[in-house]
């Protein structure tokens, strides 16, 4: 069911630094969140790191709905006052969470990414917590100027 992403998307993706994620519990409720991402150009990795957090790590939000319900939506987007430059992706795929145990090799490929992209991982210890990885199922990409619409 993944879906290939055309090389503008990619680098649209690859490019930006912040997304937003949104998750579901199993009655539908949504819940969205800011999140930090690396993409491989396959997957796209968001850490669940060390910055302060108001519960233990499993029991977040998002983790939890994964865990019910791994159908997510991801929204990495350019917004201007100048609503000509307007552009965004949106990513519908599979989550599930990547543990450091159960998946040593893509997971240790993820924490690479990650502090290759954001230089504040190489200081935490996100190489000994759970990733979540999301499987891109779909993928529409906008810009208000038209091009590389999908």
């Known amino acids: 069911m993944e879906t290939e992403i055309d090389e503008s998307t990619r680098a649209f993706v690859s490019s930006h630094r912040v997304a937003r994620l949104a998750t579901a519990d199993g009655d539908g409720r949504p819940s969205v969140v800011p999140i930090c991402y690396a993409f491989d150009g396959r997957h796209l990795y968001s850490p ?3 910055k302060p957090k108001s519960v ?7 983790v939890r709905n994964i865990s019910i319900n791994p159908r997510v939506s991801v929204v990495i987007d350019d917004y201007s006052d100048d609503w000509s430059k307007l552009a965004y992706v949106q990513i519908s795929g599979s989550a599930s969470i990547i543990d450091p145990a159960d998946h040593a090799e893509e997971h ?5 990414l990650l502090r290759d992209k954001y230089p504040q991982y190489r200081a935490m210890e996100i190489d000994k917590r759970p990733v979540i990885r999301i499987t891109p199922i779909s993928v529409k990409h906008w ?3 038209g091009a590389d619409e999908q």
């Open 56 to 62: 233990a790590t499993e029991r977040l939000k998002r």
């Open 108 to 112: 240790a490929g993820a924490v690479r």
């Open 48 to 50: 669940l790191d060390e």
């Open 143 to 145: 810009r208000a100027d």
